[in-house]
Nanobody, 126 residues
């Protein structure tokens, strides 16, 4: 059973940076893609970025492109989301997700993922 544990959220001023981590355990992840989503109060869960575990292919939502960077450390089974130039509209709970046998699946949608972490709060003040 896959377990995902996020950390690194917090309160930051606009223009600041945070790095989120997602520690993954329970499986060998070579066949996985890992994604980050976020959900603000009263809004639907929104795609942020994904990375394929074996090849490291990345994809970003337009709203974060050029500001956020997703990466993974295969030795530590950890996925990161480096967030720079943060804006108040980035405020949300950020979730890590895992997608097994990801080819053919929509990795920009929540239904493309099998396992989810508990989320970590990111608050950006203006």
């Amino acid at each position: 059973q896959v377990q995902l544990v996020e950390s690194g959220g917090g309160l930051v001023q606009a223009g600041g940076s945070l790095r989120l981590s997602c520690a993954a355990s329970g499986r060998t992840f070579s066949s996985y893609a890992m994604g980050w989503f976020r959900q603000a109060p009263g809004k639907e869960r929104e795609f942020v970025a994904f990375i394929t575990w074996s090849g490291g292919t990345t994809y970003y939502a337009d709203s974060v492109k050029g500001r956020f960077t997703i990466s993974r450390d295969t030795a530590k089974n950890t996925v990161y989301l480096q967030m720079n130039s943060l804006k108040p509209e980035d405020t949300a709970v950020y979730y890590c997700a895992a997608s097994n046998e990801w080819r053919g699946r929509n990795l920009r949608a929540p239904y493309g993922y099998d396992s989810w972490g508990q989320g970590t709060q990111v608050t950006v003040s203006s």
